[in-house]
């Protein structure tokens, strides 16, 4: 998104989020306000409104993702890749500010809503180019294979991301050890159709 007019103050977009995740701790996600936010963190509402179009944009920038998504590493391989993928999933979901304001954001993030399609726009997408990425250096390095059999994003993403919020908020499994659980099953899974080492016209079996 453009910006227009002085360049925004970094201390001010840090003060929006820490007042964010404080306030999310302290009232949960449903007691949340936009006016709260503004006076914990000194500034105008409209400095809120220049950075964040929504109270569901601001909560899961604070809680789960910033304005940038990390650099996700290369391990090597791709269990290690996807191992390091659940690994970031865990630790933003497991954050008190997280844990407050995860089911309350789905809930007001509809299939069909226009606030739906905005949040995938604007968050999911970028998470969708990392896993292409991470796809794709498998591809190079033969543990998959090249497209079209080669898996797509949004079903890695998913197979990353469901059993996660699936074991934290469901069955409320502790987190200790799911990354390297999960990680290397995902990676199973995706590779167990073909062999890394089949030629990629392979046919039958």
Same mark, same amino acid.
């Given at each position: ?12 977009d ?9 306030l ?13 936010? @503004? &006076?914990?963190? %000194? ?6 409104? *220049?950075?964040? $179009? #929504? ?47 995860v ?34 250096? @498998? &591809?190079?390095? %033969? ?6 059999? *080669?898996?797509? $994003? #949004? ?15 469901l ?35």
């Amino acid at each position: 998104m453009a910006t227009t007019g002085r360049p925004r103050d970094a201390r001010v977009d840090a003060a929006i989020l820490d007042a964010t995740r404080e306030l999310l701790a302290r009232d949960g996600y449903a007691g949340l306000t936009m006016d709260a936010v @503004a &006076v914990r963190a %000194g500034i105008g509402k409209a400095a809120i409104y *220049r950075r964040h $179009a #929504s109270k569901q944009e601001m909560v899961f920038a604070a809680a789960i993702y910033g304005p940038e998504l990390p650099v996700r590493p290369d391990t090597g391989s791709l269990a290690g890749d996807l191992t390091a993928l659940v690994r970031e999933i865990v630790g933003h979901l497991t954050s008190p500010a997280a844990s407050a304001a995860v089911l309350g954001l789905l809930a007001d993030l509809g299939p069909d809503s226009d606030l739906g399609a905005r949040f995938r726009e604007r968050f999911v997408s970028r998470e969708l180019v990392d896993v292409e990425s991470l796809l794709d250096r @498998a &591809v190079a390095r %033969g543990e998959l294979p090249p497209p079209p059999s *080669r898996p797509d $994003a #949004s079903t890695v993403h998913a197979l990353a991301t469901g059993p996660v919020f699936a074991l934290l908020y469901l069955q409320h499994t502790p987190p200790d050890g799911l990354p390297e659980r999960l990680g290397p099953m995902v990676a199973a899974a995706l590779t167990a159709t073909r062999s890394p080492s089949d030629p990629p016209d392979a046919s039958g079996g």
